[in-house]
């Protein structure tokens, strides 16, 4: 038994081509991104090495630094934007007709490609012909915003769609979890007296602590890479309002042609993500060992 | 917050008696009616903008302009879609689009699930490593691939060919797809490969006559999340496809749309032809996809 299912040929066969994609479509470039941010370098003409001197004018790059405190907002905001889900999932899980449309209502966003939704906001915030200024102007609002065009509330109005498309997402983890929780213990808790209040906080809540610790993960990493939905309906505009780590990496590369600036933003994006994913764990995980040991 | 906060108290008052007795105290109709209404509003704020669009893909731009935003139009104008399927390119990005999920969704499957077999059935040493590179890469942003990428594409001449996103989408949706089988092969009983190497079985044929068809649900569902993301999926095409004839749904209706700026009824049309494939997907298979995505995120 042991020696068949340690056939070293099979293991080769079985792991290889996968891992092989995974190394040489993800790892490798990573290394890459790392080594060309050590670089100047168009693209075109000879790599000239400069050391870190991408990574010295990244530091001092205020649009740089502009775009990283736009995507801390979003990854702040998006964190946020878990407690009303979570307690959107834990109304739901009580014994309620109708909770599979509902949830299933919320989830449709989710399924929607990010250029249909940004085309489709777009037209909601159409300064004047939108639903959104249609609706205020039939309310009697005189000077209706424009809302993608204005850097005071361009930030916000990008954030709606985010908070929209993903609702279900979030909805939808949470209530799967609570519904894996064993009946026994609600139970439990009922008979010992307590309410359906303490239920959901005391008890519900804490024993999906791990889904959460990943929802807040997924809620922050998703924020710092953010893309698509910002580089079309923006651009990053106006006046890089709106700028993102992700699409500022996008337009020095493929914008501005300076290859190793780009991959150092890059690298620099990358190595955040990780930091957040590591942080994150890391404050987590001593927490809940105090509460279960 | 703080209101949603009391109306959960309220909630949970309200819970209380209608199990236990399993009628409905007033207060506990009351409080299902603001539940219901509250799960209602939310239901709405979701479906609206869809709805709208879904009008406004149907009217001219006199009739969106003028008449209310929910209002029908004076008559349903199917030429609309018509005149984007037949004007552009759209035929063209459909097909791609599917050419394009489905041999990513197949190759995905497919090698995520022999690898799969080997790092959950299998025994060797590097196993905690591999099985880690794979967990991590679902942290790691595309974006910081991107560039190498594509001077990779560049030099394989992969650039402006399919190959390069089908291998793209193939390679970044290996982790979650992964995660996904994983907890399904964890649990198969180990009883059955022994039976299989008693009798003779070979790996290979054990494999793929006994355990992959029993894992025939979880590749559903796999298969259906790797269709959402790759059927959406806009950077990589960006990136590293030009000519028009090969571009996908996502970028081609994006370019698309600029043609057709200020006609919203086609632009509608347009939008709603991107998105029809996947809304048809979720009303046949809305179970499936559901219990897909929270397969996919929970046992993470």
Not at chain 1, 151 to 157: E, I, R, W
Not at chain 2, 21 to 40: C, D, P, Q, R
Not at chain 2, 238 to 267: C, E, H, P, R
């Amino acid at each position: 038994m042991n020696k068949v299912m340690s056939n070293k040929l099979v293991l080769t066969l079985y792991v290889l081509p996968a891992l092989c994609l995974l190394l040489g479509i993800v790892y490798v470039p990573i290394v890459y991104t790392g080594i060309y941010g050590l670089m100047e370098w168009n693209g075109i003409s000879d790599m000239k090495f400069i050391g870190l001197d991408n990574y010295q004018k990244l530091m001092s790059d205020s649009s740089f630094w502009n775009s990283a405190k736009h995507s801390m907002y979003f990854a702040i905001l998006s964190t946020a934007s878990l407690l009303p889900y979570l307690l959107v999932a834990v109304l739901l899980s009580g014994n309620i007709r109708g909770v599979n449309i509902f949830r299933k209502i919320y989830l449709i966003p989710m399924l929607l490609s990010s250029v249909a939704i940004a085309q489709l906001w777009l037209k909601v915030y159409h300064p004047t012909s939108g639903i959104l200024n249609t609706f205020l102007e039939s309310l009697g609002v005189a000077k209706t915003p424009a809302w993608l065009a204005d850097p005071n509330l361009v930030l916000g109005a990008l954030f709606i769609p985010i908070l929209w498309q993903y609702a279900g997402f979030y909805i939808l983890i949470y209530y799967a979890a609570l519904k894996n929780i064993p009946q026994s213990i609600v139970e439990a808790a009922r008979i010992d007296g307590a309410n359906a209040w303490q239920i959901a906080f005391r008890i519900k809540i804490p024993l999906i602590s791990e889904v959460i610790k990943v929802t807040v993960v997924l809620a922050v990493v998703g924020s710092l890479k953010y893309f698509d939905l910002i580089y079309i309906m923006t651009d990053g505009g106006p006046n890089q309002a709106s700028e993102v780590m992700a699409s500022y990496m996008y337009h020095k590369a493929f914008r501005t042609f300076d290859f190793g600036y780009g991959s150092a933003v890059g690298f620099f994006l990358l190595l955040i993500c990780l930091a957040a994913t590591w942080l994150i764990r890391k404050l987590t995980a001593s927490k809940e060992k105090i509460q279960y040991s | 917050m703080k209101s949603t906060n009391g109306l959960a108290l309220k909630r949970g008052q309200t819970q209380k008696p209608v199990s236990q007795t399993g009628g409905g105290s007033k207060k506990g109709i009351a409080g299902k009616l603001i539940l219901y209404f509250l799960l209602t509003i939310a239901a709405v704020m979701q479906l609206f903008p869809l709805v709208w669009l879904l009008l406004f893909s149907l009217k001219n731009n006199q009739e969106i302009f003028n008449l209310p935003p929910l209002a029908l139009p004076e008559e349903i104008r199917w030429n609309n879609y018509v005149k984007v399927w037949t004007s552009g390119n759209i035929d063209v990005y459909f097909v791609n689009s599917i050419v394009v999920t489905l041999v990513s969704v197949v190759l995905t499957i497919l090698l995520a699930s022999f690898a799969t077999f080997a790092l959950t059935r299998m025994r060797w040493k590097l196993q905690p490593l591999v099985l880690g590179l794979f967990m991590v890469g679902l942290m790691i942003p595309l974006h910081s691939t991107l560039i190498p990428l594509f001077i990779l594409f560049q030099a394989l001449g992969l650039i402006d060919n399919l190959w390069s996103i089908i291998l793209s989408y193939t390679a970044f949706n290996l982790p979650i797809t992964i995660m996904i089988l994983l907890g399904f092969y964890y649990a198969l009983p180990r009883e059955i490969e022994e039976a299989a190497i008693v009798d003779g079985c070979s790996v290979n044929r054990m494999f793929i006559r006994i355990i992959l068809p029993m894992t025939s649900s979880v590749m559903v569902t796999a298969a259906i999340i790797n269709m959402i993301y790759n059927w959406n999926e806009f950077v990589f095409v960006n990136t590293f496809i030009s000519s028009d004839t090969l571009k996908t749904l996502t970028v081609g209706v994006q370019n698309f749309v600029g043609q057709y700026s200020t006609d919203w009824g086609a632009i509608g049309a347009t939008l709603m032809i991107s998105i029809l494939p996947i809304l048809l997907a979720f009303l046949i298979m809305s179970d499936r996809i559901v219990e897909g995505i929270a397969a996919g995120s929970v046992k993470g």
